[in-house]
């Protein structure tokens, strides 16, 4: 997601058009209110990360769209998961509550009659091990974001069971924004 600003700062695209432009190191936990509070200006991010957020008070807009389709739910290529309607009664891994691999876990469950809340368990790990949870039995599916996505595809561990990139209504919605403070 973030390529794109580190290139064109390195090639000049923002100096060609006026813009005087620095790079803010920020920790992640502290990402939403450092741009609410005007610690920067402008950054782009994945649209849920900031609904809530929003919702409660944070005074950000978004701008524009940047990409489509980083978001999956996924299962074990080993297990007998091939459907949404599959995942009733199972452990879904996420990078953690709220995020928006478990928000969109939910929008695809809610869109096929699932209740996140009642139907499925969710189990909370570390992005990077989502993989590792599914090969220990932990979990049957998890719910991720790029790049664990497109890796645990590459290394055979899973197989797509909803996809933004290419689903209805999903694959017409942007995940990233152009996001400025209020």
Request: charged fraction near 25%; proline fraction near 4%.
């Amino acid at each position: 997601c973030e390529a794109p600003i580190f290139s064109a700062v390195e090639k000049g695209f923002f100096k060609e058009e006026g813009l005087d432009v620095s790079l803010v190191k920020c920790e992640w936990a502290n990402y939403k209110d450092v741009l609410a509070l005007g610690g920067f200006d402008i950054t782009h991010h994945l649209i849920m990360y900031f609904l809530k957020p929003i919702e409660q008070g944070l005074d950000v807009k978004f701008t524009a769209g940047i990409h489509m389709g980083c978001l999956r739910v996924q299962a074990g290529t080993k297990g007998n998961i091939h459907t949404v309607q599959d995942l009733r009664g199972k452990r879904i891994g996420v990078p953690g509550m709220g995020t928006p691999p478990f928000i969109f876990a939910n929008r695809v469950l809610g869109a096929n009659g699932i209740d996140a809340s009642k139907d499925v368990t969710w189990r909370v790990f570390p992005a990077g091990e989502l993989g590792l949870a599914l090969d220990k039995g932990e979990v049957d599916a998890v719910a991720d974001s790029e790049p664990i996505g497109s890796l645990l595809l590459a290394d055979g561990k899973v197989r797509n069971v909803a996809d933004q990139a290419k689903d209805a209504p999903y694959k017409d919605e942007y995940c990233c924004a152009v996001i400025v403070n209020g």
